[in-house]
């Protein structure tokens, strides 16, 4: 079992920037990849980033590629979200999940991931 908690969301205006962290905890000896989604108000829970276990590969869904950017440090078994020049689209509640299978590819869909997170609001003004 790995646990994963979220945190470093808030309320900020449209053009400002907010970095959110993801901790890992319990079985993440052997590695873990790690996806950001998020949900908006009446909409799918979507794909927002993704991290293999090295770090050396990344994803990003076109609507935040350029924006946002992810990465992790393993030795404090954490993974960081930067979300720059913020929209008022990208108010969400956003997701940490992990996934202790397959560590060396980044995956898409939700359902490849095992682990998940109470989530951390983002609100964007205009």
């Known amino acids: 079992q790995v646990q994963v908690v979220e945190s470093g969301g808030g309320l900020v205006q449209a053009g400002a920037s907010l970095r959110l962290s993801c901790a890992a905890s319990g079985r993440t000896g052997s590695g873990y990849r790690v996806g950001w989604f998020r949900q908006a108000p009446g909409k799918e829970r979507e794909f927002v980033a993704a991290i293999t276990w090295s770090g050396g590969t990344t994803d990003y869904a076109d609507s935040v590629k350029g924006r946002f950017t992810i990465s992790r440090d393993n030795a404090k078994n954490t993974v960081l979200l930067q979300m720059n020049s913020l929209t008022p689209e990208d108010t969400a509640v956003y997701y940490c999940?992990?996934?202790?299978?397959?560590?060396?590819?980044?995956?898409?869909?939700?359902?490849?991931?095992?682990?998940w997170g109470q989530g951390t609001q983002v609100t964007v003004s205009s």
């Open positions: 999940a992990a996934d202790t299978s397959r560590i060396w590819s980044t995956r898409r869909d939700s359902y490849e991931y095992d682990y």
